[in-house]
């Protein structure tokens, strides 16, 4: 059984770029929440999509966007990127109960 | 909105010897506490959760208490070895009964166990 799969594992943009990161959920999972983890931070909630919608949203500009697909799979998609972006950005997906987290993208925004 | 607070950043044991890691959440409708260790450049891993419907839980090495009246959390780590050296994570989450869905996350303890 595969876990959550995140892609691609690391990422080099120019600022002012667009970067999409994507993530499949664990099997069974119909839940997939975004976070960026800044170096020495904990996480940090962007959103949350459940049937394909929008659920939560944290306190992230509107540069970053997401959608969920059919099967649960999830993109987010970061505009006009700047370099405090940089980060690492973690997708965790859930049924009920605790989270299962992919090994993340590592975005580099220079 | 839920403010996880975790204490302390950094902890730094003897192998052999016991950590305690302590989270207090101000979201009186929480109701689900994870805890996560995330090693070195790999995902956060589940690795302990409590309901609010129980004080304590155990799994073997590693307990979790709930104090819902104080509203604060602990994990405890027993004989400690040095492959426990990660950075851990509390959360803490409300649910259908109350609360938001969203795991709020405490921003880590770094554990270092020297052999």
């Known amino acids: 059984d595969a876990g959550v799969t995140q892609s691609p594992t690391h990422l080099i943009k120019t600022r002012g770029q667009q970067v999409t990161l994507r993530c499949s959920p664990k099997?069974?999972?119909?839940?997939v929440s975004w976070y960026q983890q800044a170096l020495g931070q904990g996480p940090q909630f962007i959103f949350q999509?459940?049937?394909?919608?929008?659920?939560q949203r944290g306190n992230f500009p509107d540069r970053f966007s997401g959608h969920q697909f059919p099967n649960y799979s999830s993109e987010l998609n970061v505009n006009a990127l700047l370099l405090g972006d940089s980060a690492l950005y973690l997708c965790?997906?859930?049924?009920?109960?605790?989270?299962?987290f992919g090994s993340g993208t590592r975005l580099t925004v220079v | 909105g839920e403010n996880v607070e975790q204490h302390p950043s950094t902890l730094s044991v003897q192998e052999g010897d016991s950590a305690v890691i302590k989270c207090t959440y101000s979201?009186?409708?929480?109701?689900?506490f994870p805890w996560y260790k995330q090693e070195l450049g790999k995902r956060p891993q589940l690795i302990i959760d409590?309901?609010?419907?129980?004080g304590e839980k155990k799994d073997q090495r590693i307990a979790v208490t709930l104090n819902k009246t104080a509203k604060h959390f602990s994990l405890h780590i027993t004989e400690t070895q040095p492959e426990d050296s990660a950075v851990y994570f509390c959360?803490?989450?409300?649910?259908?009964?109350?609360?938001?869905?969203?795991?709020?996350f405490g921003r880590g303890t770094s554990l270092i166990v020297h052999p």
């Open positions: 979201d009186s409708a929480s109701n689900y």
């Open positions: 099997s069974g999972h119909d839940t």
């Open positions: 959360a803490s989450r409300g649910g259908a009964s109350g609360g938001s869905y969203i795991p709020t």
């Open positions: 999509y459940y049937e394909e919608e929008e659920r």
């Open positions: 965790a997906s859930s049924l009920s109960g605790g989270y299962t």
């Open positions: 409590i309901r609010s419907n129980v």
